[in-house]
Structures are given as C-alpha cells and as structure tokens.
C-alpha cells in the first residue's frame, strides 16, 4: 500500500539539505522526494493514504553500528525483542549487532542462530557482527570467509583488544583479501587494564584508578600502521579524545580506507558528570575532558569523524550499583542516542543533515548498506520527529529490559512520533 508522507521538513543527508517537502512510500521502498508546491498538490490529489506532519522533520532512520544485544547467554538484560521495541521507539531502523555475547558470535552456527533470532523477535533491520579473534582472545583468527557467507557485516573483538601485533595483522590482511571491515576498539591495554576514569585532577579528587588519554592515541596510531601495511578496510569505533585526531587525519589524507566513530555519551557528556561516583556515567573508554568533548564534535562537523552511534550496552541493577571501581561499563541508549545527539543541533554546533550524515547515511555507506538515504530507491527506512518537543526523561520509560542510562532525569528536546522500516511503520508514540 502506497502512502504520502507530507507538509514535512526533509532532511537529506547525502545533499546536505533540509526542504519542506514530501514523500511518497509504494511497495517498502521511496518512491519520489517531492519538494515543488505543484508536484506535492497534485500528488495529494491522486493518493489516498496521506500522512500530514505539520512540519515536523523526516529523515532516513538511524543506523546504529555497535549495538550489544545480550542473546545468547544474558537475556535478562537485553533480548532481541525489547532492543528492536527500543530502536524502533529511538527512530533506529538498522542495527549492527556487537559479538561481545555469551558464548561469543565466533562460528557460523552462532551467527546463524542470532540472524534467526533477530529476524522473528525485532521489527527493525538487525546485521551482525561477527569477533575478530576466537573468543575475542586475541589469539586465533575466527574463520572470517566462512563467517561472512553466514552474514556477518564486520569483524569485531569489541574491547577486547588484539595486544599481540603479528595476530591482529594477520587478520587485517585475510580480512582484506575478502573485502571485509575490521571494526576495533582502539586502547594501549596495559594503560587501561583496571581504569575507571580519565587522568587529571577530578580522578584524582576522586581517588579513581585513572588512565591517560594517550592510551587511546597509542592504540589507534599501532592500529592505522597496520591498516596502511596491509591494506585493510578499517573502522576506530570508539573514539574520545583530541589526541587521536591527527592521526587520523594523517590517515584519510594518505587515502587509507580507514574511518572513525563516536559515542553520543562521548559528544555530549564529559568528566565531571560522573560526579558522586555515579556509576551510570560509567563507559568505556571514560568519560573525557569539556576540552576532548568540543574537539570531537568539531571533528563530527568536519567528517574527520564518520559516524556517531550509540554504543548501546545494557547493564542490569546488580552490574551498576556497585563502588564505582567495580561497577560494569555502559549505558543503554537506543531510545536517548537522538535526542542526545539533537542536543548538539540546539546548540548549534550541528545541522540537521550533519546529525543524519553521522546517524545514518555515512555507517550505511560503510557498510554497504542501501539505507540511510532519503532518495527514490532507497529503503523506506524513516524517522519522524519532533526536534524541539521537551520531556524529562524517565529511565523506566524505557524500552530496554535494562534501564542503565545516564540521562535519567535529564531535561532533553526531541521525540519520535513514528517510525518505519521497509515502508511498514513500527513505532507510533501514542
């Protein structure tokens, strides 16, 4: 069934443009993007399903790379059917699932059953990754060719990081005789091995076992030198600090097929949040300096940083309320990652089609994924929203069986009113 979606304020990430406009889904995908007053009326004519949204802002739906959905072996904190309620109510429409499980997503068998998995339980797109290494161990390469015909998108050891040199370039190299994305976690693991915050005068206030970070620049410059020995495509999903910027810069101005990405937490929280050793600002890496935070920003506006994600990451009750030393890392953030990321729009540091080049467009492109354009063609993979709607947020709101969000309680602008997924809504708030 045909629908027209209008009186909207279009957002364009691939043009860099936000129009009033509308477009017209037929058969799960974009048919025509209509921003003439003409073309829009005599269309209104013709249809009968029509959607007026007073111009409330549309977009391609985000797509999240990095995302922990605990099946197997957790499901108390996350399952693929609460995760998918949550993105489809955070306006994510594809999500790029961590291997980080219990057991790990290290054999065809295991991917195939998360594929399956996902496929019944979630409304929303769901491609895995699969670990780099066997049991993310840093040791043995996983059967990478093998994994890839099973439907892994990227290859991952998440946090774990590859210490050994010659393993990690070995699997760059196979990786790359395959075409295949290495996604890492760039850290130095003897700087970060027992640390809960970043070095400086307010973990030390705090007596918190701090690392410096230098450790980050120190893992990505080991990582982009093999990178550019072997020729690999690679991506440094998690980045925080001013410090790895150059490098990476030097990188893409080396034309090395290397990308980077950023934590919302990363971009619109900093150091001093943690405060009284609340243990939800926990995350991995910690929670920088106001000065990293602006710099990382700036490097999303200058696309020296690709993609923002939310690094969803659920924790149950008894994982966070611990001393903070002991506490799990990570925050659920499905649901916040836009309008967190919608702070940065208000505060003028980001437009719109800057935000959905982050979100969306560039992480599709990365991945080789037809999505995250508004364009004929393209998926009818979409996101409506009201930018400037506030709401104090209520973590037991939440979709998520884990309720560990650092927003909780926060003053925040921007909600989504629907949400679709191959032209078939998923999400309607209310």
């Known amino acids: 069934m045909s629908l027209l979606i209008a009186e909207a304020l279009l957002i364009d990430p691939e043009a860099g443009t936000e129009t009033e406009g509308a477009v017209k889904i037929s058969e799960g995908k974009i048919d025509r993007v209509l921003t003439q007053p003409a073309e829009i009326e005599a269309e209104m004519f013709r249809m009968r399903n029509i ?76 491609h895995p990754m699969a670990a780099l290494t066997k049991a993310r161990q840093g040791r043995e390469m996983v059967e990478i060719g093998f994994l890839r015909d099973a439907g892994a998108v990227a290859f991952s050891d998440c946090d774990s990081v590859v210490a050994d040199a010659r393993v990690f370039a070995r699997a760059l190299t196979y990786a790359r005789s395959l075409g295949a994305l290495v996604v890492a976690h760039p850290q130095e693991p003897g700087l970060t091995a027992g640390a809960a915050a970043t070095s400086g005068k307010f973990a030390s206030l705090r007596g918190l076992p701090a690392v410096s970070p230098m450790a980050e620049r120190l893992g990505l410059e080991r990582d982009l030198a093999l990178a550019e020995m072997t020729g690999a495509k690679y ?16 990188a893409k101005a080396a034309g090395l097929d290397v990308t980077a990405g950023a934590n919302i937490h990363h971009l619109t929280l900093n150091e001093l949040d943690v405060g009284d050793y609340r243990t939800f600002f926990k995350i991995k890496p910690p929670l920088r300096s106001e000065d990293d935070r602006q710099a990382m920003v700036e490097a999303v506006a200058s696309s020296v940083i690709d993609i923002i994600s939310s690094m969803h990451t659920p924790q149950d009750e008894e994982s966070k309320r611990r001393p903070f030393e002991e506490a799990a890392s990570g925050a ?17 540091q980001l437009s719109l089609p800057q935000l959905f080049r982050a979100l969306s467009r560039n992480p599709a ?57 191959a032209g078939e809504e998923v999400y309607a708030r209310g």
């Open 365 to 421: 492109r990365r991945l080789g994924l037809p999505s995250g354009r508004l364009a004929p063609g393209a998926p009818a993979d979409l996101v409506l929203f009201d930018a400037h709607a506030p709401f104090v947020l209520d973590r037991y709101a939440l979709q998520s069986k884990s309720k560990n969000t650092p927003f909780d309680g926060a003053k925040m602008q921007g909600r989504v009113l629907r949400t679709w997924v």
């Open 332 to 348: 659920v953030a499905l649901e916040t990652l836009l309008p967190a990321a919608l702070r940065l729009y208000h505060a003028g």
């Open 235 to 250: 991506h440094a999903d998690n980045l925080s600090t001013a410090r790895s910027l150059p490098a990476l810069e030097r």
């Open 51 to 126: 959607l007026r949204c007073g111009g409330k802002v549309l977009a391609p739906g985000i797509v999240d790379l990095g995302v922990k959905v605990c099946e197997p072996g957790e499901r108390h904190k996350e399952s693929f059917r609460s995760a998918g309620r949550a993105a489809a109510a955070g306006g994510v429409t594809t999500m790029i699932t961590r291997p980080d499980t219990t057991p790990v997503i290290d054999t065809p068998e295991q991917l195939e059953f998360v594929a399956r998995r996902a496929a019944q339980d979630a409304p929303v797109n769901i």
